[in-house]
């Protein structure tokens, strides 16, 4: 067992006074986190492609997933007005191509093209997905819900929240018909500035639940 935390050996700080340290730890500590690699167009069918920290699964029957839109960015108002979009699946290979789509671009941008990634059509949603995915999510969304304080004061965070309802996997990825998470090979945000994690198959370890 681990020794208990004393003020000595722990760092304590309220988030409304400063962390006082040399990069907020609160992103790193929730973490490593999936990205929400989001694919959506607006109401005159202009492509954006951008990925979200702040993003996870919620829910299995209906499957929902989300992310946070931390700000009014391009993704949340093209969201807003079509009420759907895409997830994509953001791996080792295509860690390059993910970071080119967040970068800070006027709203007439492709990201697709910005990035070097092809736009492939959906099966339910008239948003496309990242052809070289080999995941992808189509999503239809269930709720966007502005965030707010335990005070109650709104802040300028978006949950956007969508059913998925559609989903395509790269068969190479089902073993035996389950899917294969390491072969993936995912990565997710860690903290700091610019830190990813890789999932690969060293990182596997087993824990079945206890039966009482």
């Known amino acids: 067992m681990p020794d ?3 003020t000595e050996t722990t760092h304590f700080y309220e988030p409304k006074n400063g962390h006082g340290l040399p990069h907020d730890p609160f992103n790193a500590i929730v973490g490593p986190r999936p990205i ?11 492509l954006n492609l951008a990925p979200y920290s702040f993003f996870n699964a919620f829910n299995y029957i209906p499957p929902i997933v989300g992310f946070a839109s931390i ?3 391009d993704s ?14 953001a791996t080792r ?10 970068a800070a671009v006027p709203p007439e941008v492709d990201e697709f093209a910005l990035a070097g990634l092809t736009p492939v059509a959906s099966k339910i949603i008239q948003v496309p997905r990242v052809l070289e995915s080999p995941v992808s999510f189509e999503c239809k969304v269930s709720q966007i819900l502005q965030l707010q304080g335990a005070d109650g004061t709104k802040v300028p965070t978006w949950l956007v929240l969508g059913e998925v309802v559609a989903v395509h996997i790269a068969k190479t990825l089902l073993k035996e018909g389950i899917y ?4 993936a090979r995912p990565i997710l945000r860690g903290g700091g ?9 060293e990182a596997l370890f087993k824990m079945w639940r206890p039966r009482v």
């Open 71 to 73: 700000g009014a960015k």
């Open 76 to 89: 949340l108002r093209n969201i807003e007005q079509t009420r759907e979009f895409g997830w994509n699946l």
């Open 36 to 46: 929400g690699w989001i694919s959506s167009h607006d109401a005159e069918g202009r």
């Open 180 to 183: 294969d998470t390491a072969a």
């Open 93 to 102: 290979a295509l860690a390059e191509p993910m970071n080119q789509s967040c």
């Open 193 to 201: 500035p610019a830190d990813y994690f890789e999932i690969g198959p």
């Open 4 to 6: 208990t935390p004393t």
